[in-house]
């Protein structure tokens, strides 16, 4: 039984805090983790570790499973706090998390734009102002600064917090319809998703004509799934009574995604029936094939946390200590992946180099998660 | 004190995601394939267009053989004598989104627009700009798939190759991006325009740009795809008529006259192979 809900537990493996004032080490925190690992390594193109992470060997990446686990926690959160609260300070407590991360997106798109301006001033280089869609914040800042701040405008790789704020903008709403109506909240959450996909609405970006490079109106979908397997659900039943099968299917279809992978087989958006976003594998509308191909990932993998603390203590310790603080990890982690972009165009893109960007950035990343837990234990 | 805080703070957050929302009603759902046509008022007195290409201004003057080589637009044709609104989608890098022009009007889609809507002039023209600055040709490939495959565009404007030439993308992985994706959208068809490389004396002698420009040349000759001689078109006006300034203050894009040319370049390029199948239909 989960220790937190008492209710059954599929994937909330846990054992004994060996940091004091910590939450011990325990299934979701390791993944969020390794999530954590993975973004920094796939947001910085090019270096060499990026070739091998679970991106390469399937139709997901680390985005959805980051989603996927931020439902997931954010469930525990609510099953914690609801008994003491009345819905609308549920909705209140649920809704400050998005102001939070609201200024975090600030701060982070802040020093991202002095870490580029700093690698054009330093190298003498002016197209390195135009990286990441930076452009326009040099070219046109009377507009893209009210585009920052209206979270239209998003710098390349710092677009997964305006998606996150949107989302925990939305979970408030998702709460309290959980709690009144438990039933309903899977199925208005398949829909939005499925007209998401039929009708290919997203949100505008502004200066830069575009459309957000997540869409919330689909990448919902992933939050809630987490949301419900998180504590009692249906599906939490159904997994639970079918673990076996579960976890067969899940096999079978990181198996297929490997095999995709291997033949190069992707849907032609060109070739598919109408509407195209139900059969093409895009990561804006989160599509079915990525959405099947994560749950997949958590049917086969989840659980395994048991195997990886016995046999791989340090990295299990390790990564649990990221997941704990991700927010602080994320952000950090972000701006490290920017650096190690100016790093490797300042110091060439040589295995060497790569290598000593990964270890600075883990090293850096997990001093964030201590300070912030030591921060934590002196309150 | 802190709670009065929390309130303000939630009020600006809700502006905030408002905001953006209220823009998305307002704006055309250019994702929806199926969406009505933009509603441009037409004065549809005969079948068919009348066509002459667009004139080039003074500033812009280049001989013709500079700018393009001839290749037909047989979906843009196909529109134009039905009277049928033509949706064009402009995507690629910095170029595209208009780096260094005074403002977004100025940059190179939208003054293509305007020139278009001029010689073209009983049928609506939309064009939609997804220029995302500092792209290189796969990442704006993957880009283009599913925009074209969601927006339904009959002609692609593909801006492409600067940088991948100055970031030592390898002329093989370029050829093969830049040649598979004009392949899918030929093959539904879609017309292309490849838009080709930047001219500036920076890379005057840098052998990989130029290995670039020529495979992105070969690309356009292999799928008889419309090539747009960028760098030859500019290069001819900064060597004949030097007192004129073409570049912004970083040397390395365009400005607002500069944007002008390259729409004005683009739309003879565009106009003239129309104007050429009309007249002779047999080719």
Known sequence: ?379 | MARTIKVKMLALLAVFIAAPLSAFAQAPQDGAAAAAPPSVSVTNETPGVPLTPQQLSAQCAVPTSEIAAPAPLPATIVRLEGNQPLRILAIGSSSTWGVGATSRRKNYPSQLEAMLERVLKTVPIEVVNRGVSGETAEATADRLRIEAALLRPDLVLWQVGTNDAVQRVSVESFERTVSETVAQLRKKNIDVVLVGLQYTPKYARDEHYFAIRDALKRVAAEHNALYVRRYQAMEHISKTKSNLQMMADDDFHLNDLGYQCMAEHIAHAMTANLFVRRRKPAS
């Open chain 1, 1 to 379: 039984m989960d220790q937190f809900t008492n209710r059954p537990k599929i994937l909330t493996a846990t054992v004994p805090a060996k940091v004091k004032g910590t939450r011990p080490p325990n299934e979701i925190d390791f993944w969020r983790g390794y999530a954590l690992v993975v973004i920094f390594l796939n947001h910085i193109p090019g270096i060499w570790f990026e070739n091998y992470t679970h991106k390469n060997f399937g139709f997901s990446d680390s985005a959805e499973l980051f989603v996927l686990l931020a439902g997931w926690s954010l469930r525990s959160m609510v099953d914690r706090q609801s008994r003491d609260l009345t819905s609308l300070g549920l909705f209140f407590r649920l809704g400050s998390r998005a102001i939070v991360l609201y200024v975090a997106q600030l701060v982070i798109t802040v020093i991202a734009i002095a870490i580029i301006a700093s690698t054009a001033f330093i190298s003498d280089t002016n197209l390195v102002l135009q990286w990441n869609n930076a452009a326009a914040i040099f070219e046109d800042p009377v507009t893209a600064h009210i585009g920052l701040v209206l979270l239209s405008h998003h710098l390349g790789y710092f677009d997964i917090l305006p998606l996150y704020i949107v989302l925990m903008a939305m979970t408030p709403f998702m709460a309290v319809l959980h709690r009144a109506l438990p039933w309903a909240l899977l199925p208005v959450s398949f829909a939005i998703w499925a007209a998401t996909l039929g009708t290919a609405v997203n949100l505008p970006t502004w200066p830069v004509e575009g459309r957000w490079f997540f869409n919330p109106f689909a990448w919902q979908f992933i939050l809630v799934i987490g949301f419900l397997l998180g504590g009692d659900s249906v599906i939490t039943r159904i997994a639970v009574t079918w673990r076996a099968i579960a976890r067969l299917l899940g096999g079978l279809i990181v198996a297929l995604g490997l095999l995709a992978t291997y033949l190069q087989f992707y849907p032609d958006p060109f070739n598919v029936p109408q509407p195209p976003l139900f059969f093409v594998a895009d990561k804006t509308f989160l599509t079915p094939l990525r959405l099947i191909h994560v749950l997949g990932l958590v049917a086969f993998f989840g659980g395994s946390f048991a195997f990886f603390y016995k046999k791989a203590r340090p990295l299990a310790r390790f990564l649990s200590m990221l997941g704990r603080n991700s927010l602080n990890v994320f952000c950090v982690g972000s701006l490290l992946s920017l650096s190690a972009q100016s790093a490797r165009f300042a110091l060439g893109s040589t295995l060497w180099v790569d290598v000593f960007v990964v270890l600075i950035g883990l090293l850096l990343m997990s001093a964030t998660a201590w300070v912030s837990e030591w921060r934590a234990r002196l309150k």
